[in-house]
DNA sequence: TAGATTGTTAATCGATTAACAATC
DNA sequence: TAGATTGTTAATCGATTAACAATC
């Protein structure tokens, strides 16, 4: 991750270039622009059209150049872009030029698992701090981190520069935990728990359910049912020719693998 | 989670009620909405109106009811919404009135907390099967379930009537088990490898990328010490004053708690 | 030059929001 | 009836997409 200067950045006063306003839909891809990007770059491509990296991300071309345009003018016409380029171009933006301290919340069953996940290492993060309520928790050591008690955030806190912090608490415990994180300057916060954060402005929260990603999945299974006029009980239902037109959730589209 | 006719059923033919065609983003809310209206049952409330119950989905009550009215007018004017009847309602649209059966391939990191997460259980689905491709693994017992070989996927799936496949492998193991579950007659797959996935018309994939939502955070903090003008290195950034508008990031809003 | 591919335009589509008439 | 709150309308906003001029 070389640092890169930003080409958007015009006669701004700031002592940082300000980053352009990208809508939040292309940040959202951004990251899986880079995943595609870095999977050419290890295949030893070093330029790449949009049609191919829009296939590789699981997007069309339009979108794909749509989206790289908000960043300036990194391709080149008749040719494509230059991989290592645009993996510079993306990593300044997404602001992976420096490796941010994570906190992580809770080391239950989930908790554990985050811990232990490489590609938080791998794609620009650095596990900094594990932190848990639980006295029987405390001390124990997960993947060469010990686990501290959540009263120590404070310190531990100012000491590491977190700069995210990762909730995987059950539900309860969420919101004070969440309050904590804030008192102690973290702006950024990942919430495992299935409940509504309230936190100031400027505070950006995101949220993953994964009961909730399966309920979305449930309801289309019952509306495939419906539609094939199968009872929605029935088994091996989905082995039944389906009407076109059902596939995109918005989240994937088919492509060629 | 009691049968509830559909009301939007009209003059349709088939054996089942057609489900109404909900915006993707409705649909993606419903599951928010049920989780808060449990809360709401579970202390006593019968009642609520779309003002609070917004409040507790985190979104705003125009939303809200532009939500639930597409599922039909449930609500009553100058009272609100009966909560029991909502929950069914939604149950309904959702296709949890039948509790579905879930298998899970890959028992690694994150696979094992996968298997052991109350909230599948808690929240319509159940676990009926685990696989993994890795012999050493195979005859693990996690949660009551012992791990199966990938090999065994087809048997396995007819007996249990899987309805859903959930992805948890290396991201080079993901679409050849993609492939597996599809030609078991799986049409809902959940994504946790970071890589695209190629299914044919007709299944539903959703991703969940854990070190994608944190990149997007990172995009956010980045832009958050430009804004302020604090070097990116900059340690404590966030406890600085921020101009407004910032905080919203399509994924929750601040709200009371 | 001819072929390829980007960057941009403009049309379309879907989602959000505030306001308010309907109505309990 | 008066007050409260829904369901719907219409305006606005943001995202997607196809097409193609620009240009390597």
Chains 1, 2 share one sequence.
Do not use: W
Request: aromatic residues 4%.
């Amino acid at each position: 991750m070389s640092q890169h200067r930003h080409p958007g950045a015009s006669g701004h006063t700031g002592a940082v270039p300000a980053l352009p306003d990208l809508p939040e839909a292309t940040v959202a891809r951004l990251p899986e622009y880079l995943r595609a990007l870095h999977n050419l770059a290890e295949t030893g491509h070093d330029t790449v059209s949009s049609e191919a990296l829009a296939t590789a991300a699981g997007v069309n071309s339009a979108k794909l150049r749509k989206d790289l345009s908000h960043l300036g003018s990194y391709g080149t016409r008749g040719v494509g872009y230059d991989v290592a380029l645009l993996i510079d171009q993306i990593e300044y933006v997404l602001g992976l030029t420096q490796r941010r301290a994570v906190a992580l919340v809770g080391v239950g069953n989930l908790g554990h698992a985050l811990a232990g996940y490489a590609g938080f290492v791998s794609r620009g993060f650095r596990i900094a701090a594990l932190f848990d309520a639980d006295e029987s928790r405390v001390g124990e050591e997960i993947n060469g981190l010990v686990v501290r008690h959540i009263d120590d955030l404070a310190t531990i806190a100012a000491q590491e520069a977190i700069a995210i912090g990762v909730i995987a608490t059950p539900a309860p415990a969420a919101q004070s935990v969440a309050d904590r994180l804030v008192a102690v300057g973290v702006t950024s916060i990942l919430n495992f728990a299935p409940c509504v954060l309230s936190v100031p402005d400027g505070v950006d929260v995101r949220k993953v359910d994964l009961a909730i990603e399966l309920q979305i999945l449930s309801f289309h299974e019952h509306r495939k049912a419906s539609l094939t006029g199968i009872p929605a009980s029935g088994p091996a239902a989905g082995l039944t020719a389906l009407p076109g037109g059902l596939a995109a959730t918005g989240t994937q589209e088919a492509v060629g693998s």
